[in-house]
């Protein structure tokens, strides 16, 4: 499976990616866009999870995503931001437009040197890139074993970080974590894995053994064991960037 297949796979899920995928901590907007800025603009937004932190941060929000049922939910979780079909490689807005581009969740998908390239021509010079991710926090076993059996082929660690090194016309600022912790029941729980990319693209059979493997996990584990509420630890990753 290509990694334009897995990314193509999420394009039909909107409204489940919207309701059950984790949403993302304030403390990482205001690492990003610690003080108002005239433009923000949120790349490969999906749904908005990250688009809706920036909306009190910028005068104007755009959000760019390739993804028509993606943006259809943005537009109505998030009516402040100007919502535009568009992708990393060809951003819909002019030279020097915006003075903030966030990614979330979505950078490892990307043509990493030509995104970098259309990223820094719609940057005012010196403008700011942030790009953040949500992972399993590694104190959390039965969330890692989950992990472990929703991606197989990646083991403890997804590698979606491994994209946020140096990037071309860009000059690193700072690496931060936060860590934050979410409150959703288990069968919330059993959906979100759902709405991952090796999922969507399975076969049904292979789908109904890896939920019957998460459960399975949550049936033994102490902390989830008969409990119909989890407490889910998480830890988000923040790279910022100036552009040179």
Not at 47 to 65: C, N, P, Q, S, Y
Not at 178 to 202: G, K, M, N, P, Q
Request: net charge negative; with cysteine.
């Amino acid at each position: 499976m290509t990694a334009d297949a897995l990314a193509r796979s999420f394009e039909s899920i909107g409204d489940d990616y919207d309701r059950y995928r984790p949403g993302f901590p304030d403390e990482a907007a205001q690492i990003i866009v610690p003080v108002r800025v005239a433009t923000a603009l949120d790349l490969g937004a999906g749904t908005g999870k990250f688009t809706i932190l920036l909306v009190d941060r910028a005068d104007r929000v755009i959000a760019v995503e390739p993804s028509r049922p993606m943006l259809d939910v943005l537009r109505a979780r998030s009516p402040r931001a100007e919502a535009l079909i568009g992708s990393a490689e060809r951003i819909p807005v002019p030279e020097g437009a915006v003075d903030v581009v966030t990614v979330a969740q979505a950078f490892h998908w990307f043509d990493r040197e030509a995104a970098s390239a259309e990223i820094a021509r719609i940057l005012v010079p010196g403008g700011v890139l942030g790009l953040l991710w949500n992972r399993s926090d590694p104190s959390c076993a039965w969330d890692r074993a989950s992990h472990r059996i929703a991606h197989p082929a990646v083991g403890d660690s997804d590698g979606t970080t491994d994209s946020a090194t140096e990037l071309p016309g860009f000059v690193p600022v700072s690496r931060e974590q936060v860590r934050w912790t979410e409150t959703l029941t288990r069968e919330h729980y059993l959906r979100r894995w759902t709405t991952i990319s090796s999922f969507l693209v399975a076969e049904a059979s292979e789908r109904a053994r890896m939920t019957a493997e998460i459960k399975a996990v949550l049936d033994a584990d102490p902390d989830t064991r008969g409990r119909a509420e989890l407490v889910l630890p998480q830890v988000t990753d923040v790279f910022v960037y100036r552009r040179a």
